[in-house]
């Protein structure tokens, strides 16, 4: 299976192989920490690589919720001021104006 060279190689302790059956096993013994088996709850034991990899995940989310948060509360505020025939387009600005035109640099 294996060319004779590799085995010799191994046999003189140059490299290792080592036969996993799945994911987690191959973490362990690349990295030598537990990858950690799932919890009822869903959670994993403190230390372990998959309860590393899972806070991770999870403030990854957060911060997309929050970098996501002002476009849907702008999308939000335009259903509501479309349901109530108003616009927030601009200050004095109602259904069907347009907002006033201000030269270059004006505020």
């Given at each position: 299976?294996l060319?004779e060279?590799?085995?010799s190689?191994v046999?003189q302790?140059?490299?290792?192989i080592?036969?996993?059956?799945n994911?987690d096993?191959g973490?362990e ?16 034991p403190a230390?372990s690589?998959?309860?590393l990899?899972q ?5 990854m989310?957060a911060r997309m919720?929050?970098?996501?948060a ?7 505020k ?5 349901a109530a025939g ?11 104006q347009?907002p ?5 640099g004006?505020?």
């Amino acid at each position: 299976m294996l060319r004779e060279e590799v085995v010799s190689e191994v046999r003189q302790g140059k490299f290792h192989i080592y036969a996993v059956e799945n994911v987690d096993q191959g973490i362990e013994v690349l990295t030598g920490v537990p990858a950690g088996k799932r919890r009822k709850d869903g959670s994993y034991p403190a230390g372990s690589i998959n309860h590393l990899v899972q806070k991770q995940l999870l403030e990854m989310a957060a911060r997309m919720r929050q970098f996501a948060a002002p476009a849907e509360e702008k999308k939000k505020k335009q259903q509501r001021d479309k349901a109530a025939g108003t616009t927030s387009l601009a200050p004095g600005a109602g259904p069907g104006q347009k907002p006033p035109v201000r030269p270059w640099g004006a505020s």
